[in-house]
């Protein structure tokens, strides 16, 4: 017999605590534990996350990137942790203020989410958090996916996403920094 999930209001998921270092997603008031990444989604996390960092300090921009730890309220009662985050350096400000849990109530500019193997996780990031970044707001949205070796940018228009798929050898068209000189070659090795 399987039991009913307990719901947890935001404010409750703010606080939560269940004694242990996992981290949890919020799905319509359920929590969705994130599970460790693999190695190759951690080099690709890594990786990146360099490669963005140095593009902001050289053309000294006002943005943060983050990575994994920096949480997305994209609904009443969802917040999503995506493995990379790009938002404004006025709205981290403005959150380090609060001193609170590191949950952004408005849109980044960008984020990334690297699929990892099973079902319920592709289904995630390519339909549920697809659906959710377009609907609050977030310009850019990138899925890397290391088993059909690709990457698919989605630009928003219109309230809703258009995407491009880039393969091998192609470079990754990204609006937030198109001077970025970046394969899908060089995301996948991530050396």
Known sequence: MTQTPVKLTFEEYLTYDDGTDNRYELEDGVLIPMTPASPIHSDIIGFLFICFYQEIQRRNLDLK??????????????????????????????LRQFKKSAILEVPA???????????DNENRDYVKKMTEYAEFGICEYWIIDPLTEQVIVNFLMNGSYQNTVFTGQQQIICQLFPDLNLTVEQVLIAE
Do not use: H
């Open 65 to 94: 990137v983050k990575q994994g730890d920096v949480g997305i309220r994209t609904r009443l009662s969802r917040s999503r942790q995506p493995d990379i985050a790009i938002i404004q350096g006025e709205d981290w400000r403005r």
């Open 109 to 119: 500019l960008l984020v990334v989410e690297v699929v990892s193997p099973g079902e």
